[in-house]
């Protein structure tokens, strides 16, 4: 099938299960890392390392496949399986803080080739740039004002200290909604790289595109929900254009 048509049936089929006639296309929620930041490799490093040094068995790709999720959720995770008990608030505490001091070690800080021209493009559409992300840096918003000058303000962005159920739970990308502009499902998409994420915006009821930044097989964010996968900010590029010229035309048909 020829890629236009393949995505007109996408976008087609996410209306007709969501029960909307239309897009009405306000904002373009990003997820943060792996989708604007490169920095997975280095999150994925320093979990492994965290758990190593506690002696706690993790799995094969496991920080990639829980990735968007609150860090005490993914501590807790380990330690059911690990420990068959809960981890406390203390041990999430200094557990996440010392992922936290690894990660600024091993993390170079570099974004995502695209990941300036993805927002600049939304921006030049009229459409408000929204950030949902499961990250609890304090300083976020300075690193983001520094790589992404005039994007996103604390009023896009919905972070780890906005709310109460991170990812996969749809709050994250609910609260995303509300922050850019008390929106509808159909007037957002979301842009993703983790299944977590990808499921946790599908159950909000926004369509939702992935990029596959990292090393998680294209099935596996189809199974989470993504109506459409690519393999890098690039190519999500490539083809925004057409994705909004057939939006229109959708509309226009109907
Ligand atoms: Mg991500």
């Given at each position: 099938m020829k890629q236009k048509d393949k995505i007109k049936q996408r976008l087609k089929s996410y209306l007709e299960k969501n029960d909307f006639d239309v897009f009405d296309l306000k904002s373009v929620i990003f997820d943060m890392d792996g989708v604007l930041y490169d920095s997975m490799p280095a999150h994925d490093k320093s979990w492994r390392e965290t758990f190593d040094e506690l002696n706690l068995e993790h799995q094969p790709y496991e920080f990639f496949l829980q990735e968007g999720r609150l860090g005490k959720s993914t501590i807790n995770e380990i330690f059911q399986r690990n420990l068959q008990r809960d981890s406390t608030d203390e041990e999430e505490i200094n557990i996440y803080a010392r992922k936290s001091e690894l990660f600024k070690q091993y993390n170079k800080g570099e974004i995502l080739p695209g990941a300036k021209e993805a927002l600049n493009f939304v921006k030049d559409k009229g459409l408000i740039p929204v950030l949902v992300t499961g990250s609890g840096q304090p300083s976020l918003l300075d690193k983001l004002s520094y790589h992404?000058?005039?994007?996103?303000?604390p009023e896009t962005m919905v972070t780890?200290?906005?709310?109460t159920n991170g990812k996969p739970h749809p709050e994250p990308f609910i609260l995303g909604l509300k922050k850019g502009g008390?929106?509808?499902?159909?007037?957002a998409i979301v842009i993703e790289n983790a299944p977590l994420g990808i499921k946790a915006a599908v159950d909000a009821g926004i369509f939702t595109i992935a990029v596959?930044?990292?090393?998680?097989?294209?099935d596996v964010l189809i199974d989470a929900g993504a109506s459409i996968v690519f393999h890098s900010v690039n190519e999500l590029n490539e083809n925004f254009p057409l994705i909004l010229d057939i939006i229109n035309e959708i509309n226009h048909h109907s």
């Open positions: 992404f000058p005039g994007i996103f303000t780890a200290f906005n709310v008390n929106l509808l499902p159909n007037q596959n930044t990292g090393p998680l097989d294209d």
